[in-house]
């Protein structure tokens, strides 16, 4: 039984909601970060990124303050205000190629303690104590956990209607998405939301699990003043069946010594490789794009696992197990500095230029995990290799704020 509840939720002013909100932090690159802040005021980026040219010289947890000065500053001046009382909302993000629904609720850090909330990522200590850190001091979070429902007829019914109404927000933004909000306060509307959670035996974590982990953690270290937005968490709730999944796709920087002709062979010993004439992706499991010195390859696995043991059928882990680590000597996915990662959702030039620029020698190309892989492991309590899966949709900062 998943419990969700109303927050009373900080957001942009109507009129500056466009200029307010930001995509997520780390998808900027230094130049864009400066202009934006450079050129525009009301951009939530000047609170999440305090003395960005000089950042690295400022004690964290100073940091952390200054963004918790600049955000009352930001409600003080009305570019942020405050509901009069506690709401949901529905939001969704259209772009070319996609369109994702959800709803933004509180949910319980209780059902995350005793796995109602199922996760499939390990988190890593330092960075949990970090986030922490932020939280505690700002005392916000404008970056929801994606959390994956199932399948519901009568829930889909009623965010059809509820998408009929006249919307909150309504707005387009550089990247040429369009972002649509409606505001759910109406105490029917809410206590139906509530009572279908209710009938939801689980929900899963698609994405943030190192979020919901220091909202955890924080939970523990102000146990003696935890309030009702302490024991709950901001997420945007999606239908499993609209969930995108991207791959993670890999570059290495050298052949551990191996001369391309030999490292092709030795691949033979395990995979069919053959030689492809244009830009290649895998269009099943247990197959990998390769780009090698300007040609791409296709490497389709000879013995694919016969075992219903989820780790082995994973094709993260196929490819650590039977290329990374011993023919590239690559120990640890998240601390080798020889192997980057590139989403999936970019264009495969991008991994083509990489390798091209000398930068790297080699580039692999991953098919995307599926849903029921990530449940799987999530019912198992086991874990995905790191960066498996790259998820999508990806909401914007500043666009709602939970308060603790």
Not at 264 to 282: C, F, T
Not at 323 to 345: A, E
Request: proline fraction near 4%; hydrophobic fraction near 35%.
């Amino acid at each position: 039984m998943a419990d969700i509840i109303p927050f009373k939720a900080v957001r942009p002013a109507t009129d500056k909601v466009a200029l307010v909100t930001t995509r997520p932090y780390d998808d900027y690159s230094v130049a864009e970060l400066a202009s934006w802040l450079d050129f525009n005021p009301f951009s939530f980026l000047h609170i999440v990124n305090l003395a960005y040219v000089n950042q690295e010289k400022i004690d964290p947890i100073r940091r952390y303050q200054m963004a918790a000065t600049k955000y009352t500053d930001f409600k003080r001046d009305g570019i942020l205000i405050q509901e009069d009382k506690p709401a949901m909302y529905l939001y969704r993000i259209k772009s070319k190629k996609n369109d994702f629904i959800g709803i933004l609720a509180g949910t319980s850090l209780d059902d995350y303690e005793n796995n109602v909330i199922k996760k499939h990522e390990d988190t890593l200590k330092y960075r949990v104590e970090n986030l922490t850190d932020y939280f505690s001091e700002t005392g916000f979070n404008t970056e929801p956990v994606l959390m994956m429902y199932p399948n519901c007829e009568e829930l889909q019914t009623w965010i059809d209607q509820k998408m009929k109404e006249n919307p909150l927000y309504n707005f387009s933004t550089t990247n040429r998405e369009q972002h649509i909000v409606w505001l759910i306060d109406q105490k029917v509307e809410l206590d139906f939301l509530t009572e279908t959670f209710k009938s939801f035996p689980n929900l899963y974590i698609a994405d943030g699990h190192h979020r919901t982990a220091s909202s955890y953690l924080l939970r523990q270290i102000k146990e003696d003043n935890s309030t009702k937005a302490m024991n709950h968490f901001m997420s945007y709730l999606i239908c499993e069946n609209s969930i995108q999944i991207n791959e993670y796709n890999r570059v290495v920087h050298d052949l551990n010594g191996h001369s391309a002709d030999d490292f092709i062979k030795i691949l033979q010993k395990n995979y069919l490789v053959k030689q492809e004439h244009e830009y290649w992706k895998p269009i099943n499991k247990f197959t990998f794009g390769m780009y090698l010195e300007g040609t791409f390859y296709s490497l389709e696995l000879i013995d694919k696992p016969t075992t219903n043991d989820v780790m082995q059928q994973l094709d993260a882990q196929i490819l650590y197990d039977t290329i990374l680590h011993p023919l590239l000597n690559i120990q640890d996915l998240r601390t080798d500095s020889r192997i980057s990662y590139i989403p999936g959702n970019r264009n495969i030039m991008e991994l083509v230029n990489k390798v091209d620029n000398g930068g790297y020698k080699v580039g692999f190309i991953l098919f995307p995990a599926t849903v029921d892989e990530i449940k799987l492991l999530a019912e198992k309590q086991l874990t995905m290799p790191p960066k498996s899966t790259y998820i999508e949709p990806k909401m914007r900062n500043g666009l709602i704020v939970y308060e603790f």
